[in-house]
């Protein structure tokens, strides 16, 4: 049996392809003991606008440009939750299925009493996931010991997963040390983005690089078929 893991930073709402990946594996470890970074996508990310695509970000306090990990970051208003929710409301209203999943988001926004950024991260994560009926087990890179080195880490990471199969973005080729897997008999895999169709979304034209709650408000139970590892 082979078990496979992703580890990722954790995202605020991410797109699509994120959840393909937490689908395609056994565990998915989030790596918030990471640097956070500024303008990325920890904190924020695109959903439509009647006047096109445009950000939801929530306000974080940032003490140092080096210093600072994912999940020590906390947020800087109290009263962000209701303001994203609120724009969520002006902007999908009209989606075919926004009335199916409102009570759910509304209730996990209003309810957000988080301070920690990486905590409402993996609330949204958790409850996007039971929507669309994945089971992947997922944890942080807290519960485990964590070594120097940028590949030396994830390859120990996995070995302490029990994992034998690695799922890595594809940016990562640029950077991770391959015969490092290959030492410890670890299978790198990369995940591929491309070839995401295009579904029925309001305000043309089609934007693909959007939240998934853009594809859930608008194509509800169907969403999976919108996504490539169901």
Request: aromatic content about 14%; hydrophobic content about 35%; overall charge positive.
């Amino acid at each position: 049996m082979k078990k496979k893991v992703a580890i990722v930073q954790s995202n605020y709402i991410p797109w699509r392809g994120y959840f393909d990946m937490i689908n395609l594996v056994d565990e998915f470890i989030l790596f918030d003991n990471m640097q956070y970074t500024r303008r990325d996508w920890r904190n924020r990310n695109v959903i439509k606008f009647p006047t096109g695509p445009g950000w939801l970000t929530i306000p974080v306090e940032v003490k140092g440009r080096y210093s600072q990990e994912i999940k020590d970051t906390i947020i800087s208003d109290r009263t962000w939750n209701r303001n994203h929710w609120k724009t969520i409301v002006h902007c999908y209203s009209k989606a075919r299925h926004f009335s199916l999943y409102r009570e759910m988001f509304e209730d996990l926004y209003i309810n957000m009493n988080e301070t920690h950024l990486s905590r409402i991260n993996y609330r949204f994560l958790k409850a996007i996931c039971r929507l669309l009926g994945v089971n992947t087990k997922i944890t942080w890179s807290m519960d485990y010991d964590l070594m120097e080195g940028q590949t030396e880490r994830l390859v120990d990471l996995c070995k302490q997963a029990g994992a034998n199969v690695y799922l890595s973005g594809p940016a990562a080729k640029d950077y991770l040390h391959e015969e490092l897997f290959q030492r410890q008999e670890i299978e790198l895999r990369y995940m591929d983005y491309s070839g995401y169709p295009a579904y029925r979304q309001l305000y043309p034209p089609f934007q693909p690089a959007v939240s998934i709650i853009d594809l859930i408000f608008n194509e509800g139970p169907n969403a999976i078929h919108y996504m490539k590892s169901f």
